[in-house]
């Protein structure tokens, strides 16, 4: 799977928006970027995921650009229970597996 | 919908023992996976099955071995403990593999200590 790029840790204040970016430069046209947060003494759970557009659910938004090089998630109001580890994953549509390769990932702490 | 199990959700071994974890996954899931998760290599990806079958199978020693049951449930195997073993065991499942576009769902973990 192609690499990302991920900034180390990143601060909020609660109930302000929070955009983690990802940058994914040799990204090939059949991955797909998916989000996933790992929050303390939990398992990782999946956030989102797109291909070209940008998408909306629930839990938050992906911004992807024009050329797909990079994204951002989107959480509109870090609430204190978004601290967590935020995982970019490309994921090849094509590929035989649902291996994930997990990067070292951003960790949010939101500050009350 | 009950979502992935596993037991047991902690552990204490010695050197050179042997231990077993078990992950069922979510009713319906045919693909499971496991992962190693520790806080110096962070997650790593051990094995995938589907219908009993591996399908991948990441970079760890033939210490580590998995097998999947008829009815998904799966379990995996370290032989041998070294210290360096202990670490959070993470199960995953999903509806089948090879989808892009599909997510998994991880279970809790199995904290494994070796001593």
């Known amino acids: 799977d192609a690499k990302t790029t991920q900034p180390n840790s990143m601060e909020s204040n609660e109930e302000e928006p929070v955009h983690l970016p990802c940058n994914h430069s040799t990204i090939s046209g059949t991955d797909y970027i998916h989000w996933y947060r790992q929050l303390p003494s939990q398992g990782p759970e999946y956030v989102i995921h797109?291909?070209?557009s940008n998408v909306n659910n629930r839990m938050a938004s992906l911004a992807i650009a024009e050329d797909r090089k990079s994204s951002t998630l989107i959480l509109h109001r870090a609430t204190l229970r978004d601290a967590a580890v935020y995982y970019c994953?490309?994921?090849?549509?094509?590929?035989?597996?649902?291996?994930?390769?997990f990067g070292k990932g951003t960790k949010l702490s939101v500050i009350p | 919908k009950a979502g992935v199990t596993q037991t047991p959700r902690y552990l204490i071994k010695t050197r050179g023992q042997q231990v077993t974890l078990s992950c069922s996954p979510i009713s319906g899931h045919r693909s499971v996976s496991w992962y190693q998760q520790t806080p110096g290599q962070g997650l790593q990806f051990l094995f995938e099955?589907?219908?009993?079958?591996?399908?991948n199978k990441g970079n760890f020693p033939g210490r580590f071995s998995g097998r999947q049951f008829s009815n998904s449930r799966s379990e995996m195997n370290v032989s041998t403990l070294e210290l360096g073993d202990s670490a959070l065991y993470l199960c995953a499942s999903s509806l089948a593999p090879g989808a892009g576009i599909n997510e998994q769902f991880f279970g809790p973990g199995t904290r494994l200590t070796v001593l």
């Open positions: 797109g291909l070209t």
């Open positions: 994953i490309l994921r090849d549509s094509g590929a035989g597996s649902y291996q994930l390769t």
């Open positions: 099955y589907f219908s009993e079958t591996q399908r």
